[in-house]
C-alpha cells in the first residue's frame, strides 16, 4: 500500500504543477497582439504539449486514488468524512483540468477568451484546491 500511497503523491504533484503553469502560459497568450504569430504559435505549442502531459499524469494519479479508496479501504469507516470532501475536491480539480482544455482550444481557434487579469485569478484556483485536499488528508477534521 506504501508504494502505491508513493506514486499517487508523485503523480498529484506531478499533475498540480502543469496546472500551476497552464493558465500562466495562458496569461502571457492573452497578452500577445493577435499580430505575432510566432510568438503565439510557440505559446500554443507549450500549452498543447503541457496539456497532454498534463492528462497523462492526472490518469494515474486518479486511477492510484481510487486503488487507495476502494482496494486498501482509505477513508472507510466512522471517521471516513474526509474523503468525502477530497473526493469533492478532485472533482473540482477534475472540472478544472477539463475547463484548461476548453480555454486551450479557444486560444488555437481565435475565438474570445478571458483576459489576462481574469486569467491571473484563475491560475491560483489550484492553490487553493491542492491546500484543501492537503489539509483533509493530513488533519482529518472530520
Not at 502571457?28 to 505559446?43: C, F, H, I, T
Not at 472533482?91 to 482550444?105: A, D, E, F
Request: charged share 10%; with cysteine.
Amino acid at each position: 500500500m506504501l508504494w502505491v500511497k508513493a506514486f499517487h503523491i508523485v503523480f498529484v504533484v506531478s499533475w498540480f504543477a502543469g496546472l500551476f503553469y497552464l493558465p500562466r502560459i495562458y496569461v502571457n497568450l492573452a497578452l500577445v497582439p493577435a499580430s505575432s504569430g510566432a510568438e503565439r504559435d510557440r505559446l500554443l505549442l507549450m500549452s498543447r504539449k503541457l496539456y497532454r502531459f498534463m492528462t497523462i499524469l492526472a490518469v494515474p494519479a486518479v486511477a492510484l486514488g481510487l486503488v487507495l479508496w476502494l482496494v486498501y479501504g482509505i477513508g472507510q469507516g466512522p471517521h471516513g468524512g474526509w474523503l468525502h470532501a477530497k473526493l469533492g475536491v478532485v472533482v473540482l480539480v477534475v472540472i478544472y483540468h477539463g475547463y484548461c482544455g476548453h480555454l486551450l482550444h479557444r486560444f488555437e481557434r481565435r475565438q474570445p477568451t478571458p483576459g489576462h487579469a481574469w486569467l491571473r485569478w484563475f491560475n491560483e484556483l489550484p492553490v487553493v484546491l491542492l491546500l484543501a485536499a492537503v489539509i483533509l488528508v493530513v488533519v482529518k477534521p472530520f
